[in-house]
C-alpha cells in the first residue's frame, strides 16, 4: 500500500491523539465540599499553587487552586490508577489559562507525581 492511501487514517489517528491530549471542560453535578477533601500533596504550576485531594469513596483526585478570596475547585484527574490520566476542568473562568502552553500537561504530571509519593507513603 502506498502512503496516499493511509493518509486518511494517519490524518484520523493523529487528530485523535491530538484530542486525548487535551483536557476536558465539563461540570460537576455535586461538587465536593472542599473541607472534606483529604490533601495528599501541593504543586506550583505556573505560579499558582495546586492542591491534590481525594474524597473517601470517590476514585479521582480533585485539584483546588488557591485564590484570595479562597480555595477554589479547578477540576479532577481521573484514571490515575490505569495510568491512563484524564484531566476534567470544571472552573471554566480558569479555561484559557490551562490551554496555555503545556498548562494541562503539568497539571497531569503533578498529579501523578503527588497520588505516586501518596501511595509509596502509604504503603510504605
Known sequence: MSRIRNAPLEVR???????????????????????????V???????RTLAFGILRNHPRIWITS????????????SGIVNEV????????????WILSGDIAAQIEEAAVRVWQEC??????
Open 41 to 47: 500533596g501541593a504543586a506550583v504550576v505556573d505560579g
Open 119 to 124: 501511595l509509596r507513603d502509604c504503603n510504605g
Open 85 to 96: 490520566p484524564d484531566l476534567w476542568i470544571c472552573d471554566h473562568e480558569s479555561w484559557p
Open 13 to 39: 489517528r493523529a487528530y485523535q491523539r491530538a484530542l486525548a491530549a487535551l483536557p476536558v471542560q465539563s461540570s460537576v453535578v455535586f461538587p465536593p465540599d472542599l473541607d472534606s477533601l483529604t490533601t
Open 66 to 77: 488557591d485564590a484570595p478570596e479562597g480555595p477554589t475547585l479547578l477540576g479532577h484527574l
